[in-house]
Every structure is written in C-alpha cells, then in structure tokens.
C-alpha cells in the first residue's frame, strides 16, 4: 500500500488545527491610516468669503500655526506631548499627536489682512475673505430711454 500524506483522519484534523492556529497568529489588523487634518471649507452665503473648520482636539493655540499668500492658507499643527504622559502603557493609542500640516487653495484672492481664526469647543475656524478685486458683484443694467 502507497503511503498516504495523511494515514489516518486524525492526523488530518491535527493538520487543520496547527493551519487554523497559524492563520490566527498570522492575521493582520488593519492599521489605522495616516494622520492627516480634516476639514470643512465652504463660501460664505453671501459670498464675500471661505471658512474653514478643522477639529483639533486638546490642542492650543500655541501649536496651530497658520500662514498665507495671496490664494493659500497652510494651517500646521505642532502637538506637544502631555506632562502627565510619563508612565502610561497604552492599551490603543488612536490620537496621534503628531506635526501634521494641510494647505487650503482658493479659486480667488484672499484678502491677508482681514483672516480670522480662533479655536472654539476643540474646532479651529478660520474666516478667509475674498480680496475685494476678487468678488463678483451683479452690476444693474440702467434704462437706455
């Protein structure tokens, strides 16, 4: 009789549990993706400016810095570890306090002088508006009679 790979079922049922073992310790989690800032940009109604909100949780003022040019805006964050981090064993560790930059391209002028921003309720919300030369207006046609 020819030697089978498996001479016997139980051997076959080992096999599948060391199989089943193996693919356990080998499955892979998925990471978590890049950290990268999020954001909401939209125009104003009336059309006079952008804003910009951007979630920077447990972050102050002092490690967001923001730049701009005449149709940009870059907001970087510098997150400083906390104080009171010394000694912790993380079980997941999701809030990536990392420096992290994003730039913002407008399809218009800014005007540089007038930008606000402030941090509210762990929301950065910057007020961009529109350079006055880069606004649209409606021009009333008048009566030629």
Do not use: C, H
Not at 113 to 137: F, H, N, Q
């Amino acid at each position: 009789m020819v030697n089978a790979p498996w001479s016997s079922a139980t051997d076959a049922l080992s096999l599948r549990e060391a199989v089943n073992r193996l693919l356990e310790q080998a499955v892979v989690r998925p990471s978590l993706p890049p950290p990268r800032l999020i954001a909401d940009v939209y125009e104003t109604p009336d059309g006079t400016a952008f804003v910009i909100e951007m979630p920077v949780p447990g972050l102050s003022r002092d490690e967001i810095k923001i730049t701009a040019t005449s149709d940009s805006l870059t907001v970087e964050v510098s997150p400083q570890a906390p104080a009171e981090e010394a000694g912790r064993t993380y079980m997941v560790r999701e809030l990536q306090r990392v420096p992290m930059a994003r730039v913002f391209t407008f399809t218009t002028d800014i005007d540089l002088d007038k930008i606000e921003a402030k941090v509210e309720r762990g929301m950065l919300v910057v007020r961009v508006p529109k350079a006055v030369a880069a606004r649209s207006r409606v021009i009333p046609i008048q009566s030629g009679d």
